[in-house]
């Protein structure tokens, strides 16, 4: 099934869409991290929403790169619309892509099977930079790879924040109210730059099921950036699938559930590793159930993918009525897009093998 992890920010690659690497010697030539300068922005079209001229002093704004064939993309959507109706003029939130015009104009007169155009569910500033130039000067020079990623931009006109749109909430909220330290996010934010320069090494030895090279790049990468939550995830997998070490992996999980109690983006993605993937020999589901039904009470029992995680929990502990019960509330509130066509047809399959028995 398509699905989106909704997780920690630092595990944007994950869920993000990949973008061409591209030899631009401006952008080669430029660097941005957080604490930075935030750059102007020059934008070619400003297709919805009031044209920004430039970043004011005393403002607050979220400038996120995004394109109409990203799948994450178009599932941040509604999320930005609610910050931006939540915040209203405390924050602006502009959408940048750098397709042709007619591309994105095209998008948004898109209707779904209720007649909802994108126009009409994006309730924030959409724009498109054919020439990149907003692109290298933000996304590009902070070396990021994959697409939706948003920067959150502060009342000093720096950078404060830098990840995937789906989990800067906090952040956003605290720079909004001014209690933002950057500190401690720039440390751990240019820790995971390293360890994402030295992942394509790490990858390629898990699609080869390398688990003991797997374990040593892993160990390497953890020297780099101890503090790292994206290698504490990572570590939790590799002893958990490939390297079938499960006594010790779910003590990792279990400190990575403690510490994230209060994040349903992270409990979720580790329900649904254990009940889901194929490398997992050993499912802990109660394990699993008690991170699925945390982030669906974090959720007021109303996020499709937090409902559909606990839907599968049961499915998997055989309990098949519980799990045709949350998967049709997660039909409820599944949006029409790719995760919930999947949603919709995990519950016909539920159903069916009810009715088969």
């Known amino acids: 099934m398509l699905r989106t992890l909704f997780t920690l920010a630092a595990l944007i690659l994950l869920t993000a869409c990949s973008t061409a690497q591209r030899s631009d010697e401006a952008a080669a030539q430029k660097s941005l991290t957080i604490g930075d300068r935030a750059p102007a922005i020059d934008i070619a079209h400003w297709v919805k929403g009031d044209k920004v001229g430039r970043l004011d002093r005393g403002e607050v704004y979220v400038i996120e790169f995004w394109a109409t064939s990203c799948g994450p993309c178009r599932t ?162 590799l002893l958990v699938g490939g390297l079938n070490r499960p006594e010790e992996g779910y003590k990792v999980g279990h400190a990575i559930v403690n510490e994230n109690w209060d994040d349903p983006g992270t409990l979720n993605m580790i329900a649904w590793y254990v009940a889901d993937d194929q490398r997992v020999k050993m499912r802990d589901l109660d394990f699993a159930m008690k991170a699925a039904r945390r982030a669906c009470e974090l959720n007021e029992d109303s996020d499709p993918a937090t409902l559909d995680t606990l839907a599968r929990v049961y499915y998997e502990k055989g309990d098949l009525a519980n799990a045709i019960a949350w998967q049709s509330k997660a039909v409820e509130y599944a949006q029409d897009d790719a995760m919930g066509d999947g949603i919709r047809e995990t519950l016909a399959r539920y159903k069916k093998e009810a009715g088969g028995k």
């Open 76 to 237: 941040s959507m509604p999320h930005l619309s609610a910050l931006q109706d939540e915040y209203g003029e405390k924050v602006t939130i502009i959408g940048i892509s750098d397709e042709p015009l007619e591309t994105v104009e095209g998008f948004l007169a898109k209707a779904d099977d209720k007649g909802r155009t994108w126009n009409e569910r994006i309730r924030y500033t959409l724009t498109t930079d054919p020439d990149r130039s907003a692109m290298n000067d933000y996304f590009r020079a902070a070396g990021q790879r994959g697409i939706p990623c948003a920067f959150i931009v502060g009342r000093e006109r720096r950078v404060e924040w830098i990840g995937h749109p789906m989990f800067m909430d906090e952040a956003l909220k605290a720079v909004i109210e001014g209690s933002w330290d950057r500190g401690p996010f720039k440390k751990t934010w240019e820790a995971e730059q390293i360890v994402r320069r030295m992942q394509p090494d790490y990858r390629a030895a898990e699609r080869a099921g390398e688990w003991d090279k797997a374990e040593a790049l892993l160990n390497s990468m953890l020297e780099k950036a101890p503090d790292s939550p994206t290698l504490r995830y990572e570590r939790f997998e």
